[in-house]
């Protein structure tokens, strides 16, 4: 039985080893962390309509149901010219026939970062934004910004819908708690249109919302610092700002860059269409870590991610005989899928090369967003099945 080394306890990492597993591999996966941190419902966090645990899962309990080996571990190091994988407590591992890499991404470094928080990041900048977000809340009023930034290197590493989410589901708090009018809440972003990935009627539609709900909009400037209290913008204009809440863009992953594998110019591995690492017959990448080509319109998102997982499986089993069929690339499915939840309600975001919508769901959009959430726990522990594109 041929063995395939999953680097990366993602959502992208986790539905490789799954589907690795299905079609008969033996699979060991490397995590630093002991469970899966499900982002898209980690937004919930800050406003306190969930704890933490409720936005992981253990990654033994995927493990035991599909038999994968878990170890948790830090990667140190990756060389594809010597065929190996160094990790910081296990040391080194060259005993694999595929490495599969789904490490995720890094975020860039403006000057300053450290006075923000991202819903981005790690678990425990989550529960920081929620203790700072209640401090305010106990003082009766405060001045919060909201932001995401860009990387020109990397155009598809833009993290907006999750910061629209939280800055939405932030107004719908303080509304709830009768103090929405001694809050000033702020969005910028660099670029003259963020969400244009979106579509123009989405963007109108945005442009409404922030009407309504008074939230001030500030785009089309660069970030030339954060300070304690704001964000310094190019024009030397300042927001200021008792809580920032930015996501900077994605760019390379410390492990990649500091590796022989072909990589762009922001650190993300190339790879072909059908997920494998260029010039490397036995290297695949997943999901954030790799560089996606299409139209101008991309993004990396989790879905995505699980789709190049389950692309990868399928090439590698044909690649060693133990299937018929086709090698199957990632390119057309490339689209753009969010269920945006704005505290009260929601909207279903989709964008393709034909269709560019943003569909209002009040009330029901936000408990439909609760229970992927509970379907992707359950589906992937194997209580319920998988449903067909998801």
Same mark, same amino acid.
């Given at each position: 039985?041929?063995?395939?080394?999953? @680097?990366?306890?993602?959502?992208? *990492?986790?539905?490789?080893?799954?589907?690795?597993?299905?079609?008969?591999?033996?699979?060991? @996966?490397?995590?630093?962390?002991?469970? &899966?941190?499900?982002? =898209?419902?980690? $937004?919930?966090?800050?406003?306190?309509? $969930?704890?933490?645990?409720?936005?992981?899962?253990?990654?033994?309990?995927?493990?035991?149901?599909?038999?994968?080996?878990?170890?948790?571990?830090?990667?140190?190091?990756?060389?594809?010219?010597?065929?190996?994988? %160094? @990790?910081?407590?296990?040391?080194?591992?060259?005993?694999?026939?595929?490495? &599969? $890499?789904?490490?995720?991404?890094?975020?860039?470094?403006?000057?300053?970062?450290?006075?923000?928080?991202?819903?981005?990041?790690?678990?425990?900048?989550?529960?920081?934004?929620?203790?700072?977000?209640?401090?305010?809340?106990?003082?009766?009023? *405060?001045?919060?910004?909201?932001?995401?930034?860009?990387? /020109?290197?990397? /155009?598809?590493?833009?993290?907006?819908?999750?910061?629209?989410?939280?800055?939405?589901? %932030?107004?719908?708090?303080?509304?709830?708690?009768?103090?929405?009018?001694?809050?000033?809440?702020?969005?910028?972003?660099?670029?003259?249109? =963020?969400?244009?990935?979106?579509?123009?009627?989405?963007?109108?539609?945005?442009?409404?919302?922030?009407?309504?709900?008074?939230?001030?909009?500030?785009?089309?400037?660069?970030?030339?610092?954060?300070?304690?209290?704001?964000?310094?913008?190019?024009?030397?204009?300042?927001?200021?700002?008792?809580?920032?809440?930015?996501?900077?863009?994605?760019?390379?992953?410390?492990?990649?860059?500091?590796?022989? @594998?072909?990589?762009?110019?922001?650190?993300?591995?190339?790879?072909?269409?059908?997920?494998?690492?260029?010039?490397?017959?036995?290297?695949?990448?997943?999901?954030? %870590?790799?560089?996606?080509?299409?139209?101008? !319109?991309?993004?990396?998102?989790?879905?995505? +991610?699980?789709?190049?997982?389950?692309?990868?499986?399928?090439?590698?089993? %044909?690649?060693?005989?133990?299937?018929?069929?086709?090698?199957?690339?990632?390119?057309?499915?490339?689209?753009?899928?969010?269920?945006?939840?704005?505290?009260?309600?929601?909207?279903?975001?989709?964008?393709?090369?034909?269709?560019?919508?943003?569909? =209002?769901? /009040? &009330?029901?959009?936000? !408990?439909?967003?609760? +229970?992927?959430?509970?379907?992707?726990?359950?589906?992937?522990?194997?209580?319920?099945?998988?449903?067909?594109?998801?």
């Amino acid at each position: 039985m041929k063995k395939v080394l999953v @680097l990366g306890g993602g959502i992208g *990492g986790i539905e490789t080893a799954i589907a690795l597993r299905k079609e008969g591999f033996y699979v060991e @996966l490397v995590s630093e962390r002991d469970f &899966v941190y499900i982002y =898209p419902i980690s $937004i919930w966090i800050p406003t306190g309509e $969930i704890n933490l645990p409720d936005a992981t899962l253990p990654i033994i309990e995927v493990a035991k149901k599909y038999g994968f080996h878990f170890i948790q571990d830090k990667v140190v190091s990756i060389s594809g010219k010597e065929n190996k994988v %160094v @990790l910081e407590n296990s040391g080194e591992k060259t005993d694999f026939d595929y490495l &599969v $890499i789904a490490l995720g991404q890094t975020k860039l470094k403006h000057k300053g970062i450290e006075y923000t928080l991202s819903i981005c990041g790690s678990p425990e900048e989550a529960l920081e934004i929620r203790k700072r977000l209640q401090e305010l809340v106990d003082k009766g009023y *405060g001045k919060i910004a909201f932001g995401f930034g860009g990387n /020109p290197k990397a /155009p598809e590493s833009v993290r907006g819908g999750p910061v629209f989410e939280v800055l939405f589901n %932030v107004h719908n708090y303080l509304k709830r708690l009768g103090i929405r009018d001694n809050f000033d809440l702020t969005f910028f972003a660099p670029m003259p249109k =963020p969400g244009q990935r979106l579509g123009e009627k989405a963007l109108k539609m945005m442009d409404m919302m922030f009407q309504n709900m008074r939230i001030e909009k500030i785009t089309g400037k660069k970030i030339k610092e954060f300070v304690e209290d704001g964000v310094i913008l190019e024009d030397d204009t300042k927001i200021k700002s008792d809580l920032t809440i930015f996501t900077p863009a994605g760019d390379g992953h410390p492990v990649i860059k500091a590796s022989d @594998l072909p990589q762009t110019e922001a650190g993300f591995l190339k790879i072909e269409e059908s997920c494998q690492v260029l010039d490397h017959e036995n290297i695949y990448a997943v999901g954030d %870590v790799a560089s996606i080509e299409g139209p101008q !319109w991309r993004a990396k998102q989790g879905h995505l +991610a699980e789709v190049m997982g389950r692309i990868t499986a399928n090439n590698i089993a %044909v690649k060693e005989g133990l299937k018929e069929g086709r090698i199957e690339s990632y390119k057309p499915h490339i689209n753009i899928m969010c269920l945006m939840d704005m505290g009260n309600g929601g909207g279903l975001a989709y964008r393709s090369d034909t269709k560019a919508v943003l569909i =209002p769901l /009040p &009330v029901v959009g936000h !408990w439909m967003k609760k +229970a992927w959430g509970l379907y992707y726990k359950l589906s992937k522990t194997g209580k319920i099945p998988r449903l067909p594109g998801m």
